[in-house]
Structures are given as structure tokens and as C-alpha cells.
């Protein structure tokens, strides 16, 4: 089967070279016209883990309490006082321009939200018309010192120096949407625990197509509506300081990002594979061929990815980048071969040249190219969506540059003249042999700076962490940045969490017969009626009703709250905090005194309806027994540490407030982002065991020898430590791209080991003698392997343009690790060679001076 494959093959690429290009332009054509359909998803669900049941619990909460996403705009007058008549009017206008965009069900600004404290009123005036600062009648500075400290606007809508303040765009939820994804995630969970019905499993591919249709069309409106919110903004650059926050903006800026990486990465990778080609080989063709060949390779796989609606991530916006290197490396080994046979063969014709070219490289790049793709499946097991599909693409990817680069650079070559002239000298062997002279001269230093390397490594392994700052992960010229840094310091916070308790079973059994405590006060008064005649209709459809029998509105359900209320307050991280307790505050403080259960039953029918959608109606459910507390926690904080706030809040409501574990959740942005950092080190352990393992066997294989294949890791394993231990030493976190880079180090140095591997073994059948062998090795394939190292190297070191900080990092580190691994193996691999001679026996001495290759011909 293998032997017909390879005649085939080795017959088109020699006898019908220009059928093979045709065939590959025109798939290429092809898959060109997919990449009109390339789309780019930075959504929530490219963030978060591939099974979080929290991801679940946080959309039935958003719905619940119809808490979708939102716009903040910080607004900053630059013409005088915010509370001038020229800055509220100013603000009033944009207020009003920004309630007309698509989308937005409403608007929240201080010109909006109700004033109880300028003057202060009694409890029994809050049914009484709404007071607001857009009321000529109201005193300006009085609701500044109400917005400055009432409960409920502290540290929300005005910064503490009066003059910044926040308009809040409240969006449409996506109801549908979000039923829809409930639905395919519940089906995905039953498919990988129970297996589906063959109705489900129809039912899975037809909620997923519909989903993924409906969320394009919403990420298109949405992009659009912060195109539209940012014109309008533009149009008071002149009268104000402004900012646009929100997951919709920091979604869309995202896109952009990637769209910008790809161009620049793209555009920056083949400007630098041409600079090198030229260094390399002063040639055109081998200027043209590489080129043509990674162009190729690009074009078809983006094409794919559009053709199946593959979308990008964040992640995979380095997938071009890579995929570019990678075939640059495949297409140099190829070069470098075929120049090596026409230097000592002048005399071969041109099919005796490719064919010779291809059987001796097909099996080291078939190797280094599963073990690449080994170290990218490797990914799939971390259980982040992003970087599953990043795993995924670049496994098909690494399969489609192999198989091009062996049939667009042979076809071509055997298209073209064969070009003989004279010999010029190509010195680049005397540099990498140095390699192999400092390892068989200073054996001990090489292995006393391994060693070393490797414990400084385990120390700063030990000192990784996970926790980092979203807000890091933009330049802080970016409005995303400048956004944040603004609603963070002065606005109360970023990041969202939400405490939701659930009423005790006690308490709901209480509130189901006599026990009720409203029907108790009812008995206890003489003058009650069944029916008020005076009651007014409830504007909410009869919540009101449902609000008096709510644990959660008792005397004893609010002094939970607020005890718990009080403590997040206390804590150091978190920025402004809203609840049921806020409006239970405000109440005491109007009313002169606490208030028992009758009385708080009287002040919520009063409520009038501004007051109740904004103090009532986000904090409550009565239909689910359920409080709601919110808060947002500074991202800006230097002491945060996600993970243990989440749990000191679990442990105070548990132990201090003796609430039943059952009985508390917490959810948001917070806990998702949370859950996705703290299954890194998992991730990372399982992606790394994962590709150690498969390309532990693919060496057995390969070399039919454990000692061969654990010397040929050993190099590797410590250019993967050495970038995580670095990682760890300057402080630098995983993140979502930074776990990526110790597989992918050694999925790509390895195939340093596999090429310098298998030409040892072919020159050691020479003469037996491995410091000759070394040598020669280092003088033929150790070029190869240096300028492919510095292709790589310097191609990953591009990166470093990006303005999304995690690619920079992952950029400079693999950079680093790849730097690591070729020095390993051009010298601790050679020198463990030598030392333990996994080949047999040595037939001659070792005392031998290095050979110096032929020269190449350039003109070749």
C-alpha cells in the first residue's frame, strides 16, 4: 500500500509536476473564495471553559432578572463644574442621543435616577412624584452630597471628587439567544455523559446551526451599535472627557485587535520570510518557492476555516503566524537538501535530484510534522473552548503545509531549469560547528548550565500562578484600558459578581399556611378588610402582592442581607455593592427608625414605580424564593486574588452567617473568568503529560530505541522549563495563550531533535565514530536546523507588534523557548549522544577533526 503510495506520488510530482500545480491552484481558488466568510468570535463563549455549569447558572440568572448586557459611557465636562447648566445640558443631550440608538432599552444617568435626600423626605413622601436633578426646582448641591453618599449611589454614579460621572445604556436582553444555548449545552452535556437519542442528536445539530446563526447576527448589530455610540460620542470630544466601557465594547475592540493581528502578523511574517530566504539562499527561486508555498498554505486554510464557519478566536489569531513558520521550516529543510546534493552531485539529472531530495527528507519532516501535530492535539484536553479549536486548526494546518510544501517544491523543481554555475561558498557550517566544539570541549560546562537551568527552572515553576488583571491584557493606550482604569478607580469598579441566596426551607414553609406573618398582622388589626378600596393598581401586574409574602422583605430576611451587605463592603477588593439591604437602609433612615414587618409590607406598596425597578426589582424574585446581591469588585486592586474572595465569601455566609451551602451561589463574569484561570494549571499539566507521552512513542518509532528517545527529549523538556520557570521567576501568569507555549515549544524543537537525529544515525553508519559524526552533522543539518531556529525565533518575536498583551507575551516566550531548544539540541543533545552512544559501540577513535562539507552551488 505504502510502496503504490509512493510511486504515485513520486510520478506525479516527476512526470506530471504541471497537472499537480494546476490542481493546486485552482483548490487554492477555491478555498479563496471562502475567505469572504471568515468570521472572528470573541464572545463569552470563547472565554470560559467547554463544560463550566456555571457559564449555565449565570445565563438563567440574566434572564431571571433581565439583567443583559449594558454600555457605560464616563463623562467628564471640560468646560467648568458637572453640575453647571452648561455641563448638564451638555449631558442631557448625549443622555438623549444615546436612549435613540438600536438596542437600548433604556438610560441611567444622574439626570434620571430619583433624588430621596435633596431635600431628605419622609417614608410617607416617596409615593409622591419623583424628584430628579433635570428638575429646575432641585438644589444642585445638595443631590451632588446625595450622590456622593446615599446608599444608593455611592461609589456608582459619581466619582468621589464630583466630577466625573457614569451614563449606563442598559441593552435588550437576548432572550432567545439565551434559551438556545441553554438548550445546545444541555444536549452537549447529555451527549458526553449519557449519549443522546438519534431524535436528540438531530435536535443538537439543528439548535447549534440556528444558534451560531442568530449569535452572528447579534455580534453584527452589536458592533454596529458601539459604531453608532462612538460617533455620538465624537461629536462632544470637544465638550467632555469620555470613555465607552461594557462587554460589547471590549468584544468588538477584540475583533478589531485580531483583525489588526492577523494583518500585521501576516503581512510582518512574509516581508521576514522573504528577508531571510534572501540572507539564506541569494536566489529568487528560493525566495519564490518558500514564499509560494506558504502563501498557499495560508490561503487554503483560512479558506476552510470559512468554507465550515470555523471561526477565530483571540487565540487562534496567532494561528496564521504559526502556520507561516512552520511551513518556512518544512520548505527550508527541503532547500537546504536539495542545494546539498546538487553541491556533491553536479552531475544528476533533475528527477534523480528531486526524487533523491524528497525519499530523504519525506520520513524526518513526516516525523517532526506528527509531533508537532501531536503537541497541538495535545491542546484539546485542556477543556478551554479557544483553545481546543487553536489545538484543532493547527493539527489540520501542520497536515496541509506538509503536504503541499511536498508537492509545490518538488512539482516546481522539476517545472524549472536545472541551474548549475559556479560554486560559491556558503560559510554558515563553520558558525554551527562551533556548536559541536564547545560541546566536546567543555563537556562539563554544557552539562553544569543544563543542570543549573533545570533546578532555576523548578524554582520558578514553583512560583507560577494564575492570577493576573484583564485589564493587563490591553496596551494602556487602548480605550479598553483607559475605559476600564476609569470606571475601576473612580466608578465603583469593573468586574461583576453577583450573590444569589435562596430562601431558607424553614422560611418558605413559614410563609405557605398560618404562619404567614402578613396574614398575622392582618388578624392582630381590628380595622383590616379583606380588600383595599384604596389600593392602587400594581404597574408591575401584581408583583406587589407577591413582594409582601417574600421572606426576603421581612425583618428577618433583610438583617441577613444586610449583614451580608455590610461585609462585602468591608472588603478591600470589591468597589459598589447593591441590594435588597440598600433599599432596607435608606428606608430606616428616612423613616427615623427600624421598621417591623407591617410597616416594611405599607412602604413597598407605596413604592412608586421608578423606585421599585431600580431598588426592588434587580434584587428580587419572589417566583424563586431568591435575593440578589450585586457588586463589582476593582480589577485595579493589586491585593485581588479572585479564587480566594469567592471563597472567603462562601466561607463567611457558611460559617458565620449559618447559611446552608445549598442555600448561596455566586455567579457573574467574575466566577466564569475565575473558573477558566484556575483550570490552567490542570490544563497545563495535562497538555504537557499529553504531548510528552505521544511524542515519547513517536521517537520509538521513529528510532526504535528508549535511550534515543529520552536523550531527544531531554533537551526539549528543558526548553519547555526553562520559558515556564521564567514565566514564574519574572511574575508573568498563565493565561489562556501563555498555557499553550510549553506544548507547542516542544511539539516545534523537537523537530530540531527528529532532522539532527536522523542525520547522526546516517553519518554514524559512515564510520562509527560519534565525535565525527557529531561534527558532520552539525555541518550539514545543523545549518538547516540554525536557520529554521531563527526563522521561528524571529517570526514569533513579530508577535511582540500586537496590542493584545497576552499575544505579546506568547510571542516573546515561545521566542525564548525556542532559543532554549535549539541550543539544546547543537549542544546537550550532541554531547549526550556522545556520552552514552545509544548507537553501539564506537568503531574508531574519537580524537577526530571535524569535516568540513562541500560547498553548495547558490545557483541550484
Known amino acids: 500500500m505504502l510502496s503504490a503510495l509512493q510511486k504515485s506520488y513520486e510520478y506525479l510530482v516527476t512526470k506530471r509536476p504541471a497537472v499537480v500545480l494546476v490542481v493546486i491552484g485552482l483548490l487554492t481558488l477555491l478555498a479563496a473564495l471562502g475567505l469572504s466568510r471568515l468570521k472572528i468570535d470573541a464572545s463569552a463563549d470563547s472565554l470560559t471553559l467547554e463544560a463550566d455549569k456555571s457559564l449555565d447558572y449565570f445565563r438563567e440568572i440574566s434572564e431571571r432578572y433581565a439583567s443583559g448586557d449594558f454600555l457605560v459611557v464616563t463623562y467628564r465636562s471640560k468646560t467648568g463644574d458637572l453640575f453647571s447648566d452648561e455641563s448638564l445640558e451638555t449631558l442631557g443631550k448625549l443622555r438623549d442621543e444615546l436612549a435613540k440608538v438600536d438596542g437600548v432599552s433604556s438610560v441611567q444617568s444622574i439626570l434620571d435616577v430619583p433624588l430621596l435626600y ?51 445604556a442598559n441593552l435588550k436582553l437576548d432572550s432567545r439567544g439565551i434559551e438556545m444555548v441553554r438548550e445546545r449545552d444541555a444536549l452537549r452535556s447529555k451527549r458526553n455523559t449519557e449519549g443522546l437519542t438519534p431524535e436528540e442528536a438531530v435536535r443538537l445539530e439543528e439548535i447549534s446551526a440556528v444558534y451560531l446563526a442568530h449569535r452572528t447576527g447579534q455580534e453584527k448589530i452589536a458592533h454596529q451599535r458601539v459604531d453608532t455610540v462612538r460617533a455620538i460620542l465624537a461629536g462632544y470630544n470637544g465638550e467632555a472627557e469620555l470613555f465607552l466601557g461594557g462587554v460589547t465594547m471590549i468584544t468588538a475592540d477584540m475583533i478589531s485587535f ?68 512552520i511551513t518556512l521550516a518544512i520548505t527550508i529543510h527541503l532547500a537546504v537538501r536539495y542545494r546539498e546534493y546538487i553541491a556533491q552531485n553536479p552531475d544528476w539529472d533533475l528527477e534523480k535530484l528531486v526524487l533523491q531530495t524528497v525519499r530523504f527528507m519525506a520520513k524526518p519532516c513526516l516525523y517532526t510534522a506528527l509531533t508537532t501535530i501531536v503537541a497541538f492535539v495535545s491542546l484539546v484536553v485542556s477543556g478551554i473552548r479557544p483553545v481546543i479549536d487553536f489545538g484543532w486548526m493547527m493539527t489540520m494546518g501542520v497536515t496541509v503545509a506538509l503536504l503541499l510544501s511536498f508537492l509545490i517544491i518538488p512539482s516546481f523543481l522539476m517545472v524549472l531549469p536545472k541551474r548549475v554555475g559556479s560554486v560559491s561558498a556558503d560559510n554558515s557550517h563553520a558558525f554551527t560547528l562551533q556548536f559541536s566544539r564547545f560541546a566536546e570541549r567543555h563537556k562539563f560546562v554544557v552539562l553544569g548550565i543544563s543542570l543549573l537551568a533545570a533546578v532555576v527552572s523548578v524554582v520558578g515553576i514553583s512560583q507560577l500562578k494564575v492570577e493576573n488583571r484583564f485589564i493587563d491584557y490591553f496596551d494602556d493606550s487602548t480605550e479598553i484600558y483607559q475605559g476600564m482604569l476609569v470606571i475601576d478607580r473612580r466608578l465603583g469598579g469593573t468586574v461583576t459578581l453577583d450573590i444569589i ?4 426551607e424553614e422560611q418558605e414553609a413559614a410563609f405557605e399556611g398560618e404562619e404567614d406573618p402578613f396574614a398575622m398582622e392582618a388578624e392582630e388589626d381590628p380595622f383590616a378588610v379583606e380588600e383595599d378600596p384604596f389600593a392602587s393598581d400594581d404597574p408591575f401586574g401584581g408583583e406587589e402582592e407577591s413582594v409582601e409574602q417574600s421572606y426576603w422583605f421581612t425583618v428577618a430576611g433583610l438583617a441577613k442581607l444586610e449583614q451580608l451587605h455590610d461585609y462585602l463592603e468591608e472588603q478591600p477588593e470589591i468597589g459598589k455593592v447593591q441590594s435588597l439591604a440598600t433599599l432596607y437602609k435608606v428606608a430606616v433612615d428616612l423613616n427615623g427608625g427600624p421598621l417591623n414587618d407591617f410597616e416594611l409590607a405599607v412602604a413597598n406598596t407605596s413604592l412608586p414605580a421608578e423606585i421599585r425597578s431600580v431598588l426592588v426589582a434587580p434584587y428580587l424574585s419572589v417566583e424563586n424564593n431568591q435575593a440578589r446581591i450585586t457588586l463589582r469588585v476593582m480589577e485595579t486592586d493589586p491585593t485581588l486574588r479572585r479564587d480566594e474572595l469567592i471563597q472567603r465569601i462562601y466561607n463567611y455566609a457558611h460559617n458565620e452567617m449559618g447559611i446552608a451551602p445549598e442555600n448561596v451561589h455566586q455567579t457573574g463574569l467574575l466566577v466564569l473568568y475565575n473558573n477558566m484561570l484556575q483550570s490552567l494549571f490542570k490544563s497545563q499539566i495535562l497538555t504537557l503529560g499529553a504531548v510528552f507521552v505521544g511524542i515519547l512513542l513517536m521517537f520509538l518509532v521513529l528510532f526504535r530505541s528508549l535511550w534515543i528517545a ?151
Not at 128 to 147: C, H, S
Not at 501 to 504: F, G, W
Not at 740 to 768: N, P, Q, S
Open 501 to 504: 441566596l435562596d430562601q431558607p
Open 710 to 860: 529520552l536523550i531527544a527529549l531531554v533537551p526539549n523538556m528543558l526548553a519547555a522549563c526553562v520559558v515556564l520557570g521564567g514565566m514564574g521567576l519574572a511574575g508573568i501568569p498563565l493565561d489562556m495563550m501563555t498555557i499553550t507555549i510549553a506544548a507547542i515549544t516542544v511539539g516545534i524543537g523537537v523537530d530540531h531533535a527528529i532532522h539532527y537525529l536522523y542525520r547522526f544515525r546516517a553519518e554514524f553508519a559512515k564510520d562509527g565514530n560519534y565525535l565525527a559524526t557529531m561534527h558532520r552533522s552539525h555541518a550539514t543539518i545543523g545549518r538547516a536546523m540554525f536557520y529554521t531556529a531563527i526563522t521561528i525565533i524571529v517570526g514569533f518575536s513579530i508577535l511582540a507588534l500586537s496590542k493584545f498583551v497576552p499575544s505579546i507575551y506568547f510571542g516573546l516566550l515561545t521566542a525564548l523557548a525556542m532559543s532554549a531548544a535549539l541550543l539544546g539540541s547543537l549542544t546537550l543533545l550532541p554531547l549526550l549522544l556522545v556520552m552514552f552512544k545509544p548507537l553501539g559501540r564506537q568503531r574508531q577513535s574519537d580524537k577526530v577533526e571535524p569535516e568540513a562539507p562541500m560547498q553548495e552551488a547558490p545557483s541550484a
Open 258 to 325: 485580531i483583525k489588526s493581528d492577523l494583518l500585521v502578523f501576516g503581512v510582518g511574517i512574509l516581508a521576514f520570510i522573504v528577508i531571510t530566504l534572501l540572507l539564506i539562499f541569494r536566489q529568487p527561486r528560493w525566495v519564490l518557492l518558500p514564499l509560494m508555498t506558504c502563501v498557499t498554505t495560508a490561503v487554503v486554510m483560512l479558506g476552510l476555516l470559512g468554507w465550515l464557519d470555523w471561526r477565530l478566536t483571540v487565540i487562534s489569531a496567532n494561528f496564521v503566524a504559526l502556520l507561516l513558520i
Open 118 to 168: 435633596s431635600p431628605k423626605l419622609v417614608l410617607t413622601d416617596i409615593s409622591d412624584e419623583v424628584r430628579t436633578l433635570a428638575r429646575p426646582d432641585v438644589d444642585r448641591d445638595m443631590a451632588r452630597q446625595e450622590f456622593l453618599s446615599s446608599p444608593i449611589y455611592r461609589e456608582l454614579i459619581l466619582s468621589p471628587d464630583g466630577q466625573t460621572t457614569a451614563i449606563l
